[in-house]
Every structure is written in structure tokens, then in C-alpha cells.
């Protein structure tokens, strides 16, 4: 069931968006060749409590890290760890949930450069960013929720990379992970799906892979890798559902450029 949020719901989802974005662009200044992804954990739980929030990732169904930390080719839910050393070259993708004393939540991802990356690297970032970006720009009351998931198909096939079909986006409030089910590809058999309205929160999240969408997860029983063994990204925002259109509530420097993008190509 998709719950439309009250105007108080929607301004205490923006506020811990927001929180989460300060998290964020903390978490940027700290991600170098030489720290191990549990530190990096260890720093996201840190900046997380400061805002005043726990790490919703922390325990859920049993994961044991405060934020999923996801290097080269492992594409989500990667494991903090001690040994897990990031090197020159690396991409990082940091998945972390927030909550706040609201009871709303916050879920959102980036992936970052390791020091000096391949231009390969750089331009696999840059389409899993555009492909939320071409969503966002159509995200209005009235459309159905398969343009989301066709809009990021287009860029990814713009870019000649691929997406992967078990995993996507979701509604987000009081719970993490709430309907709708946001695909991340589109084939007719999905039908349309559900009309956006006024007053949902999405969690719109691409996961596009270099190579091929084929996937495993590890014995840990969290660790999803491409099959290929080629390296992925992962970009997500949290977004509500205005009368004009949506704000990004998930809102960091990385966000804000994005945006000053957009207005400039008015």
C-alpha cells in the first residue's frame, strides 16, 4: 500500500534528507586511497549521530555494518571491513539510511572516486547520475511509475551500459523500504504501474553495471557482485512528490550541481 505523506510527514522527510546530504558531503572529504571501508563506516556512523539520527542500516535483518560500502565490482550491500583496504583507482559506492526523533527516514547513495580514476570509471559515475536526473526531471503527479524506470533505461542504453532487474528503487516514510517498487529497466510485461500523487516519497535509485546485468551475492548472504567481475555504480536520492513536480530532499554539493546543471539548460 502507498502512503501519501502529510504536510508535516513531507517537511520532517525534508529535514532528515537533509541531514543525510550533510553526511554525505562530510563523508566525500574522508574517501582516499589507504582507509579501510569499515573506517569509513565508523565515520558515517559518526557524522550520522552528530545530525542527530541513527544509522537505519545498522542491524536491519541482521546487517552488521552501519552503511552498506560497495567497491568496484560489488554492486550493493557490501560489508565494512577492517582488511578491505580502498586503493588508488577504486570506486565506492556508500548506501546509508537515516532516522531521525520524526520517525521518518532517509536512504540515500553515492559513489566515489578513490583518488585518480579511469576515464571508464569516471563516465560510469556520470551515466548512473544522469540516469536520476532524467527521472527526476519528468516526476510530477499524474505520471505513471514506469516513465521513472523508462527515463533511466534510456540513459543507461545511451551510454551502452546495462542495469540490473532484481534490484530498485522504493517508497520511503516511517518504514525504509515501502511500495511502490521502483524498477531500474523497462520491458512492457511491468505494465505501467501505479499514478504518481502529491505527497508520495520515493527512493529512486539507479545501479548500472559496465558489463554484463548478471549478478551473485556472496555467502555472506549480502554481498551482490556482477558476475563479471566489472565494476558498477550506484546513485540514489530520496524525492517528494509536489503539486508542480519534486523536491530532492536528500539535498548535498554533488545534488546542488546537478541542479545548477538542470536550471542552466533552461
Known amino acids: 500500500m502507498i502512503t ?32 579501510t571501508t569499515y573506517e569509513i563506516s565508523h565515520l558515517a556512523e ?7 539520527c541513527k544509522p537505519t542500516f545498522k542491524g536491519y535483518d541482521g546487517f552488521p555494518g552501519a552503511v552498506c560500502t560497495s567497491v568496484n565490482s560489488t554492486l550493493i550491500h557490501g560489508i565494512p571491513s577492517k582488511e578491505h583496504v580502498l586503493k588508488e583507482g577504486d570506486i565506492l559506492s556508500v548506501d546509508m539510511g537515516n532516522v531521525d526523533d520524526s520517525g521518518m527516514q532517509g536512504d ?19 551515466c548512473s547520475e544522469d ?17 521513472i524506470s523508462m527515463a533511466i533505461q534510456r540513459v543507461a542504453d545511451s551510454y551502452g551500459f546495462s542495469l540490473v532487474k532484481e534490484y530498485g528503487g522504493h517508497g520511503l516514510g516511517r518504514e525504509m523500504h515501502e511500495d511502490p517498487f521502483i524498477y531500474n529497466y523497462y520491458e512492457t510485461s511491468l505494465g505501467l504501474g501505479p499514478i504518481l500523487k502529491e505527497g508520495m516519497c520515493l527512493a529512486i535509485e539507479p545501479m548500472v553495471m559496465l558489463g554484463s546485468p548478471e549478478i551473485d551475492v556472496l555467502d555472506d548472504n549480502w554481498t551482490v557482485v556482477s558476475r563479471d567481475g566489472k565494476i558498477n555504480s550506484h546513485y540514489e536520492n530520496d524525492v517528494i512528490i509536489t503539486s508542480t513536480g519534486a523536491v530532492i530532499t536528500s ?9 545548477s546543471e538542470l536550471e542552466n539548460q533552461k
Open 46 to 52: 559518526r557524522f550520522l549521530r552528530e545530525e542527530g
Open 251 to 259: 539535498i548535498d554539493s554533488n545534488v546542488r550541481r546537478h541542479l
Open 4 to 35: 501519501i505523506k502529510t504536510k508535516s510527514e513531507m517537511e520532517n522527510l525534508r529535514i532528515v534528507g537533509e541531514k543525510l546530504g550533510r553526511v554525505f558531503d562530510r563523508l566525500a572529504r574522508e574517501v582516499r586511497p589507504g582507509r
Open 108 to 126: 540515500a547513495c553515492r559513489t566515489f572516486p578513490v583518488g585518480n580514476i579511469s576515464a571508464e570509471a569516471q563516465k560510469l559515475i556520470r
Open 131 to 147: 540516469c536520476f536526473y532524467e527521472a527526476y526531471k519528468i516526476l510530477k503527479p499524474g505520471i505513471h511509475l514506469h516513465e
